[in-house]
């Protein structure tokens, strides 16, 4: 992964930029959203659009370890077969709350956008990222956003599909963040637009994943106690250096925007 001025703590030179033209963002900050932007896991939550706010048992018992986005079709077949329709999960969707801190982290990166630029990766649905972050107010803040393709068909049923098929073995059948992380950085570069660091804030073992890719001037934050911060932990063990990004736990994402304000402040 080719980085500009990587591990000095000069201004960034980017090539094929004109003076005249903008500076390109000198940092990409990599975010996942359940239970890293949101309080929950989204899949979860709108089961409360469901009658009783549960599903019957033969639902439950259908899933299979690494094929959740195939158990997902079912349960909103389900719903969809139950009546429930767009404005009930939408409604669900933007009740959803921000983590805690996660304001303040999304309202700094607001100030500082010229510095940052912001993608999302997720094994959600688009409908329900778009619905929970436009109710929040920063929609806008992300260039990109990378998650499972969603709709309503013309019986009114909330359908939903695989982002994309791959080769890891590590991830769900339906999406590898690693590839998709890459992918993006290959294509940034292609454009010109090569950033000093990236910086992953996560909290699931999906996130580990591209997380390992990390160089040693990159920065994950994984939340503390959840899978992602587990592995790191548990790779250091077994493996110690081949982690190579700095690993900054957070409980509240304040942490994370006092991190990123330090930085900032270092001018590295």
Request: aromatic share 12%.
């Amino acid at each position: 992964m080719k980085r500009c001025c990587e591990g000095v703590g000069l201004p960034c030179l980017f090539k094929g930029v004109g003076m005249a033209s903008p500076r390109p963002p000198r940092y990409l900050l990599v975010f996942d959203f359940d239970e890293t932007i949101i309080n929950e896991n989204s899949d979860d939550s709108i089961v409360r659009a469901a009658p009783g706010q549960v599903l019957p048992e033969h639902v439950r018992q259908s899933f299979r370890e690494g094929f959740y986005n195939e158990y997902m079709r079912r349960v909103l077949g389900y719903l969809g077969d139950q009546g429930v329709k767009m404005g009930d999960f939408k409604a669900v969707y933007e009740n959803i709350p921000l983590s805690p801190g996660m304001p303040e982290l999304l309202q700094f990166l607001s100030k500082n956008h010229e510095l940052f630029e912001i993608i999302l990766i997720s094994d959600a649905n688009m409908f329900g990222i778009e619905c929970s972050l436009r109710a929040a107010g920063f929609y806008s803040l992300f260039r990109k956003i990378f998650s499972n393709p969603s709709s309503f068909d013309k019986r009114g049923y909330f359908t939903l599909g695989p982002y994309h098929s791959h080769k890891c073995l590590d991830c769900p059948a339906n999406m590898c963040k690693r590839k998709i992380l890459t992918e993006y950085l290959a294509e940034r570069a292609q454009e010109e637009v090569e950033f000093e660091r990236v910086f992953y804030v996560g909290d699931g073992a999906n996130d580990f994943c591209p997380s390992v890719t990390l160089t040693s001037a990159d920065v994950a934050f994984p939340r503390k106690g959840y899978p992602m911060h587990q592995m790191a932990q548990e790779m250091e063990k077994k493996q110690p250096g081949a982690f190579q990004a700095t690993v900054v736990p957070w409980e509240s994402a304040a942490e994370v925007a006092r991190y990123l304000q330090e930085l900032l402040k270092k001018k590295c």
